[in-house]
């Protein structure tokens, strides 16, 4: 069975950093996508940074240049640094992976078979 989970989260001021991560468990395949998502209140959910098993990486316009993501597959984790954070970025950020057939396109990530994690929250003040 697949698990997510995400940490990370916080308060942070205009200009601060934070990274968030995600532990993962139970992948059945070696051969994956794994993204970050975030929604802000009365917002669509957005794909913001995505990455697959080939090592193909790809952000959204509204993040590229601030935010990296990254894994670390000893520790079965993801990772989403976080810089020059602004108020517009507050939202639920969630990761999720996906399995069988999946797409990395402008920082989002689909697949056939897809697994959340339960979000952090992530607050920027001015």
């Known amino acids: 069975q697949v698990q997510l989970a995400e940490s990370g989260g916080g308060s942070v001021q205009a200009g601060g950093s934070l990274r968030l991560s995600c532990a993962t468990s139970g992948f059945p395949s070696d051969v994956y996508a794994m993204g970050w998502f975030r929604q802000a209140p009365g917002k669509e959910r957005e794909g913001i940074a995505a990455?697959?098993?080939?090592?193909?990486?790809s952000y959204a316009d509204s993040v590229k240049g601030r935010f990296t993501i990254s894994q670390d597959n000893a520790k079965n984790t993801l990772y989403l640094q976080m810089n020059s954070l602004q108020p517009e970025d507050t939202a639920m950020y969630y990761c999720?992976?996906?399995?069988?057939?999946?797409?990395?396109?402008?920082?989002?990530?689909?697949?056939?078979?897809?697994?959340w994690g339960q979000g952090t929250l992530v607050t920027v003040s001015s």
């Open positions: 990455l697959d098993s080939y090592g193909f990486i």
């Open positions: 999720a992976a996906g399995f069988g057939t999946f797409s990395v396109v402008r920082g989002k990530m689909s697949a056939d078979r897809e697994v």
